[in-house]
T-cell receptor, first 113, second 113 residues
Framework: ETGVTQSPTHLIKTRGQQVTLRCSSQ?????VSWYQQALGQGPQFIFQ???????GRGNFPPRFSGLQFPNYSSELNVNALELDDSALYLC????????????FGPGTRLLVL | SQKIEQNSEALNIQEGKTATLTCNYT??????LQWYRQDPGRGPVFLLL?????KEKRKERLKVTFDTTLKQSLFHITASQPADSATYLC????????????FGTGTKLQVIP
């Protein structure tokens, strides 16, 4: 186990709704990254937060947003859900300034109907 | 654009043999390369990291090579076991202020008893 937890484990939403996914980082880590993984694909980088600021972003629209809190837990918010947003959402915590290894949580499976 | 290619076809090998997985990349100058294991419905689990100035890295039954001239990494599992059956992801990261990690699509390994 990595010590990274995510909630909920599964979620069903309808198109146009909004969703918030949560992640609790591994103790001592100051960075969290979020990924979207469609079935049969590798994880796609959404964005990264370092010390509560967005520290890099992948090719995702602004309706994907995030937050990192002082205790280094994090949220991913997705507005105006589309069918293609159905995927496994992964968060990974790491330590900038330390080893580069990212430790992934178990993911949240989102289904948009 | 950056591209990471892993063999999308599943790799089936006999128990006890050495499994070799390939990761090729283009339009990328990674600072380091990582290999992850992912079981169905779970988050990726870090296995090995190799830096651009390293040729080979070993950990127990695992070996990774990194050829920045060929733009290729090979991942070997010796004395493979059915428990090694999983999808293996190659991931590249550049140097810089944030740890954007780009994943390949993964190769599914099946070790047959």
């Amino acid at each position: 186990e990595t010590g990274v937890t995510q909630s909920p484990t599964h979620l069903i939403k309808t198109r146009g709704q909004q969703v918030t996914l949560r992640c609790s980082s591994q103790s001592g880590h100051n960075t969290v990254s979020w990924y979207q993984q469609a079935l049969g694909q590798g994880p796609q980088f959404i964005f990264q937060y370092y010390r509560e600021e967005e520290n890099g972003r992948g090719n995702f629209p602004p309706r994907f947003s995030g937050l990192q809190f002082p205790n280094y837990s994090s949220e991913l918010n997705v507005n105006a859900l589309e069918l293609d947003d159905s995927a496994l959402y992964l968060c990974a915590s790491s330590l900038i300034g330390g080893e580069e290894t990212q430790y992934f949580g178990p993911g949240t499976r989102l289904l948009v109907l | 654009s950056q591209k990471i290619e892993q063999n999308s076809e599943a790799l089936n090998i006999q128990e006890g043999k050495t499994a070799t997985l390939t990761c090729n990349y283009t339009n990328y100058s990674p600072a380091y390369l990582q290999w992850y294991r992912q079981d169905p419905g779970r988050g990726p689990v870090f296995l090995l990291l190799i830096r651009e100035n390293e040729k080979e890295k070993r950990k127990e039954r695992l070996k990774v090579t990194f050829d920045t001239t060929l733009k290729q990494s090979l991942f070997h599992i010796t004395a493979s076991q059915p428990a090694d059956s999983a999808t293996y992801l190659c991931a590249l990261a550049g140097s810089g202020g944030y740890q954007k990690v780009t994943f390949g699509t993964g190769t599914k390994l099946q070790v047959i008893p």
